[in-house]
Antibody, heavy 118, light 110 residues
């Protein structure tokens, strides 16, 4: 059974940093592209970043470029999102997701809440 | 980064058919196709259709996806109470090198 379990969310002050983790199991983690998607309270889904299976290619939404860094450790079956210079508008539930069996994000974690507030 | 366009809400009666639309451009929906996810309140999204319009395993045959030009559609037949949810389309934008989502459609089953 495919499982994606996020951790690392919490309350952080504006300008602060946070590192999210996603532990994957039930599939060959080194195979698919992996993504982070977020959802602000009461709002729609927003794609944040993704990373190629070997980690050599990364893409980001414009609003997080230069502040967030996506990475993965295939030996540890883990995906990460380092978030720096956090802003109030980064407050959201962050989902780990992957295009595991097809060409679109077909598996999602339960999400972890990040709150940026003073 | 411009997103895809979806109607904010659609209301249909029990056992009726609902068609949800998603409009993009030649860089995303028109060339890359669109996937569809469903999200119930308080739950993570669930993929309903891949970009090639195929359903993942376990998704009801009452759902079907299609595309015409820059507009993708998701049709749900025989609406049931459990179909009441938010539906989002998403597509890879080759000019942005980014996934883009639609704003979501809230489907109400009357």
């Amino acid at each position: 059974e495919v499982q994606l379990v996020e951790s690392g969310g919490g309350l952080v002050q504006p300008g602060g940093s946070l590192r999210l983790s996603c532990a994957a199991s039930g599939f060959t983690f080194s195979t698919p592209w992996m993504d982070w998607v977020r959802q602000a309270p009461g709002k729609g889904l927003e794609w944040v970043a993704n990373i190629k299976p070997d980690g050599s290619v990364k893409h980001y939404v414009d609003s997080v470029k230069g502040r967030f860094t996506i990475s993965r450790d295939n030996a540890k079956n883990s995906l990460y999102l380092q978030m720096d210079s956090l802003r109030a508008e980064d407050t959201a539930v962050y989902f780990c997701a992957g295009a595991i069996y097809g060409d679109s994000v077909d598996y999602w974690g339960q999400g972890t809440l990040v709150t940026v507030s003073s | 980064q411009a997103g895809l366009t979806q109607p904010p809400s659609v209301s249909k009666g029990l056992r009726q058919t609902a068609t949800l639309t998603c409009t993009g451009n030649n860089n995303n929906v028109g060339s890359q196709g669109a996937a569809w996810v469903q999200q119930h309140q308080g739950h993570p999204p669930k993929l309903l259709s891949y970009r090639n319009n195929n359903r993942p395993s376990g998704i009801s045959e009452r759902l079907s996806a299609s595309r015409s030009g820059n507009t993708a559609s998701l049709t749900i037949t025989g609406l049931q109470p459990e179909d009441e949810a938010d539906y989002y389309c998403l597509a890879w934008d080759s000019s942005l090198s980014a996934w883009v989502f639609g704003g979501g459609t809230k489907l109400t089953v009357l």
